[in-house]
C-alpha cells in the first residue's frame, strides 16, 4: 500500500505541482486549500503518513495549523513549506512537531527527499534532540559539535540520503574583534560562539540548499542582537 501525503496549500498551481511530483513516484496524494479544510479532511480520515504544510495559509498561519494537526494525526510526519522564513521559525516549527522545513520555490528532488526523509524520521519529538535543526531535508546535529580547537566549531550534518558530514566552522579573529567593539568589556561565553556558528551554518544551508563543498566555512562577523541576549557584563557571573 502506497504512503498517502496531504498536501495544504492555498495556490492551486503549487498543489497541482506537488502532486503531480508525490503521484509520479507512486504515493496516494489529497488536498486541502486552507487550515480548516485539512481540519474536516483530517476528522474523516487521520490515517495519513506525511502532511506538507504552507506556512502562510488563510484563516490561520502553518504554526497554528501544526499545533492542531499533532491532535488529529499525531502519527503524521508534518513538513512545512515557505518562501517567507528564518532559522528561528524552523526551531519553532521544530518544537511544535514538524520534521523538516522547506524553502520555495520547491523542485521536484528536494519534494521526493523531503517525503522520504520524513517517512523515516523519529516522530516523537521529545525524545530527540530538541537542538537538532533540519531545513530542506539536512539535519544539523548539534548535539554532536566538538571544539577541538578555541575558534573552531565542528558540527555533523545529515543530508537527505542519510549521508553525514562533519562541517567545522572557524571563527575568525574579526568576528571576535566585531563583538568587542559592539560590547567592550562584556564577558563573552564560548556558548555563544558556538550558538552563533549553528546559526550560520543553517544560514548557509538554507541559503544554499547544501552543506559547504569544502566542509568548512568561515564566520566573520557576530549577531548584535544575539550579542546582546548572550554576552555579561563584565564582573557577572
Known sequence: MPARVLIID????IRQMLRLTLETAEYEVGEAGDGMEAFAILGG???????????????MEGTEVLRRIIVLAPQA????????????????????????????PLTPEIVRNAVVAALGAVKDHEKADTRSVTMNGFTILSSLD??????ERRFMVRRPNGQEQEVVVEIAPEARDSAERIMPGATIDEDLW???????????IWNDGDVPHSGRLVLRGIDRNLLEQLARPKGKK
Open 10 to 13: 492555498d495556490e492551486e498551481n
Open 146 to 151: 566538538i571544539a577541538k580547537q578555541p575558534n
Open 45 to 59: 480520515d487521520p490515517a495519513w503518513n506525511v502532511i506538507l504544510l504552507d506556512q502562510r495559509l488563510p484563516i
Open 194 to 204: 558556538t550558538t552563533q556558528a549553528e546559526i550560520f551554518l543553517s544560514d548557509f
Open 77 to 104: 510526519r508534518v513538513v512545512m513549506m515557505t518562501a517567507f522564513a528564518s532559522v528561528e521559525l524552523a526551531v519553532q516549527a521544530m518544537k511544535l512537531g514538524a520534521t523538516d522545513f522547506l524553502r520555495k
